[in-house]
């Protein structure tokens, strides 16, 4: 069974930083890639980063050069560094993987992932 686990979130101030992990188990973690994605009350989810199984990394233009996504193979795990955090960005975040048939496959696109996390919440007081 595919399994994906966020960890990691919760309640920060402005300006400060949190790490988000995403375990996965139950398939082969090196032929997907990852995307986080999330979604604020009222609003619909979106994109915030995706990794390819070789470490291609795309973000959405709010998050760029604040957040970082990056992937451990070994331990079956893609991690979030999210700093200078906004309360703009507070929301529910999910992880999700996407079977990758090439090896800098980074989709976008909600549709082209497969399974998903339970989500976890990240709160920025301002």
């Known amino acids: 069974e595919v399994q994906l686990v966020e960890s990691g979130g919760g309640l920060v101030q402005a300006g400060g930083s949190l790490r988000l992990s995403c375990a996965g188990s139950g398939f082969t973690f090196n032929d997907y890639a990852i995307g986080w994605f999330r979604q604020a009350p009222g609003k619909e989810r979106e994109g915030v980063s995706c990794?390819?199984?070789?470490?291609?990394?795309v973000y959405t233009e709010s998050v760029k050069g604040r957040f970082t996504i990056s992937r451990d193979n070994a331990k079956n795990t893609v991690y979030l560094q999210m700093n200078s955090l906004k309360p703009e960005d507070t929301a529910i975040y999910y992880c999700a993987a996407a079977w990758a048939p090439i090896n800098d496959y980074a989709p976008t696109d909600q549709r082209d992932f497969d399974s998903w996390g339970q989500g976890a919440q990240v709160t920025v007081s301002s």
């Open positions: 990794i390819s199984s070789d470490g291609i990394t």
